[in-house]
């Protein structure tokens, strides 16, 4: 009988075989019948009465066994149910789960939506994962978010930490303050840019948008020396030649602050005796900003690290706690779509080029050419033999157009930004009165502005041409609208006569000065 | 000299002064007249550009200051930068009689006296 536990073995795997355990006692039978044939008379009784039993108990193991092969089909059965169960729940409920517990779905409709009928074993499992994932994820989100919030704060009060800061230099810049406020004042000046540029970067880690934005193109050069601001060794950083492009507001703040991490690196890991160096070029794809440092040479599987710390700096997930700052150029690199590239620099050290591209890049403006320059006598400067006639219509449009009241006219052309260098317009814009329309503060995207307009705005506008989309429709700025509800009221200024005398500016700006000056962070 | 959160720049004046806040000749004072003696080459600092720009005619520290926008420190550390490069001459104006500077000064009178000695 024992020989028969084998076969049985394989038996529930071919469902056909059950019946054959009830062939068991037929070879018996058979058996039991030749040894009764065979027996003398005289044993017939006991030969009876042994195959008799035989036959019945071998009948008996067949039942038995039967049932209990049926069993164990039955367990396999089972068994297989619940392992599919659990690879269904693995490969597809859970994470559809997880992914609605992300999206902010609470605990108890997620499960509701499972269907519990299907998993009765898995229930308590469930329920302890489910809610599991979900309070990790509210506590993830929760901490996400005071972070986020904490560096909007911080960004905010260095926005103005930094407007009182630049104001109390203007004031107390001339010299008369007796000891060097101004270069203790600068101190705390670079103390606050670099304090903001953390919380940008936690704002930035944290998924929060960057602390500021511009409300206007922002020259190249401002960008270059915004960011250099921001880092420590900012005076071992030689900025060169940069072209005459400026950036979209929109994007500028990021912008500065992505070159401010990487200058940082260029400056913290080269000798403090070496120099940082800057160049711009304008390439097909928009601008190439190269910073190269005579520090270590990067090996390659530093370089490698690198650029992976870049290249995954859409993933918080995989953030090093102490390498925040490729990480956080990985992050602005993603938004804007800016390429960065390592590689071993001619100096001996490492050269990180920075492509930003073409849509972010706007040309400063340029536009019809009135007699702005060479009215102050001299021709335009070789330096500025790009676009001689650009120089004196930027003058006029930016410098002279919303500022009637700047000194006299052919000092004002003289004055005006020459399109070889890329800061002058923001200089010259950043220095009007906030009153002027903002479209004229932003020469490349001069579109007409809605306000209220100095009186001798017209002429201006009329030189601005405004953008114009490629499908030739006029296209409005952006927080043109919002510039447009928070300028204050003309004052008298505007309306009175246009002239350009300089008492009249300064009139103007004492009027400005107790205007609003808005929310550091306003976009 | 109140500036809007609109018109300010990302260019901080420790960046534009290369963290410098003194070092300005102290010759040149608000009224001092600079006068450009070259044009703008490219590759330049902007504002020394505009500098350049601005004192194609004598102009004062102090109006070039206001054109830029910038405090007369700043601007007269810039203005030295470019004298030393002999970029920009400054024509000090001739003091005015005062107390600490008369019109003749001891030594001059002491001169005189002598002079009028040795007659």
Redesign the interface.
């Known amino acids: 009988m024992s020989d028969k536990i084998p076969r049985d073995r394989g038996a529930p795997s071919s469902r056909s075989t059950e019946p054959l355990w009830f062939l068991l006692p037929v070879p018996a039978l058979l058996l039991w019948t030749w040894v009764f044939w065979e027996a003398p008379a005289d044993l017939t009784a006991p030969v009876l009465a042994a195959g008799g039993a035989t036959v019945v108990l071998l009948t008996v193991c067949a039942a038995l066994l039967a049932r209990r092969a049926r069993k164990v089909r039955e367990l396999d059965g089972r068994v297989d149910a619940v392992f599919d169960q659990a690879a269904t729940l693995a490969e597809r409920d859970l994470p559809r789960v997880i992914t609605r517990l992300r999206e902010g779905e609470s605990a108890e409709r997620v499960l509701h939506t499972l269907s519990r009928s299907e998993y009765p074993a898995w229930q308590p499992v469930l329920d302890l994962v489910v809610s599991e994932i979900s309070r990790a994820e509210r506590r993830r989100a929760a901490t996400v978010s005071a972070c986020a919030t904490a560096a909007g704060r911080i960004q905010a009060m260095t926005t103005t930490m930094l407007a009182d800061l630049r104001r109390m230099q203007d004031s107390h810049g001339d010299g008369t303050a007796g000891a060097d406020v101004l270069g203790d004042l600068m101190h705390l000046d670079h103390t606050v840019a670099r304090t903001g540029r953390t919380a940008d970067s936690i704002a930035v880690l944290t998924g929060a948008r960057s602390g500021r934005r511009w409300s206007r193109a922002i020259p190249m050069e401002s960008i270059a020396r915004g960011a250099m601001s921001r880092i420590g060794g900012y005076q071992r950083v030689r900025l060169h030649h940069v072209p005459d492009q400026a950036i979209a507001g929109f994007a500028a703040e990021g912008i500065i602050h992505a070159l401010a991490e990487v200058l940082d690196n260029a400056a913290k890991f080269s000798p403090p005796t070496s120099e940082v160096h800057v160049h711009v070029e304008e390439v097909q794809a928009g601008l190439a900003v190269m910073v190269e440092d005579g520090g270590l040479v990067m090996g390659e599987e530093a370089l490698g690290r690198a650029r992976e710390t870049v290249a995954r700096g859409a993933d918080i997930g995989e953030i090093s706690g102490t390498r925040l700052g490729l990480s956080v150029v990985g992050l602005i690199a993603h938004r804007y779509e800016l390429s960065v590239s390592f590689r071993p620099s001619s100096r001996g050290g490492t050269a990180v080029v920075v492509l930003l591209p073409r849509t972010l890049v706007k040309p400063l403006a340029t536009g019809p050419t009135t007699g702005g320059a060479p009215a102050s006598g001299l021709p335009p400067s070789p330096g500025r033999g790009s676009a001689p006639g650009a120089a004196p219509a930027r003058g006029n449009s930016p410098g002279t157009g919303p500022v009637p009241g700047q000194g006299t006219p052919p000092v004002q052309g003289a004055g005006s930004p020459s399109p070889g260098q890329g800061t002058p317009p923001a200089r010259g814009t950043a220095s009007v009165p906030p009153e002027p329309a903002p479209a004229a503060q932003v020469p490349p995207t001069g579109s007409p502005a809605p306000g209220p307009a100095p009186a001798d705005r017209p002429a201006t506008e009329d030189r601005d041409t405004p953008p114009r989309h490629s499908s030739g429709l006029p296209m409005r700025r952006r927080g043109q609208t919002l510039a447009a509800t928070q300028r204050p009221e003309p004052g008298p200024a505007t309306s009175g006569p246009a002239t350009s005398s300089q008492g009249f500016g300064a009139f103007r700006s004492a009027v400005r000065g107790q205007g609003p000056t808005g929310t550091p962070k306003d976009g | 000299?109140?500036?809007?959160?609109?018109?300010?720049?990302?260019?901080?004046?420790?960046?534009?002064?290369?963290?410098r806040?003194?070092g300005?000749d102290d010759a040149l004072d608000?009224v001092t007249l600079v006068v450009a003696e070259s044009?703008?080459?490219?590759?330049?600092?902007?504002?020394h550009?505009?500098i350049?720009?601005?004192?194609?005619?004598p102009?004062a520290v102090v109006?070039v200051a206001?054109?830029?926008?910038?405090?007369?420190?700043?601007v007269?550390i810039l203005l030295t930068d470019l004298i030393d490069t002999g970029q920009v001459t400054a024509r000090h104006p001739a003091p005015a009689p005062s107390q600490s500077h008369p019109f003749a000064s001891p030594d001059v009178l002491e001169k005189v006296l002598v002079a009028l000695h040795n007659l």
């Not at chain 2, 044009?39 to 504002?47: D, F, H, L, N, V």
């Not at chain 2, 350049?52 to 005619?57: E, F, G, I």
Request: with cysteine; aromatic share 0%.
């Open positions: 000299m109140t500036r809007s959160h609109r018109d300010e720049s990302p260019d901080r004046l420790h960046v534009i002064t290369g963290g806040s003194r300005a608000a044009a703008p080459a490219p590759g330049m600092q902007s504002e550009a505009a350049l720009r601005l004192c194609r005619t102009t109006e206001a054109h830029l926008r910038l405090p007369v420190t700043v007269r």
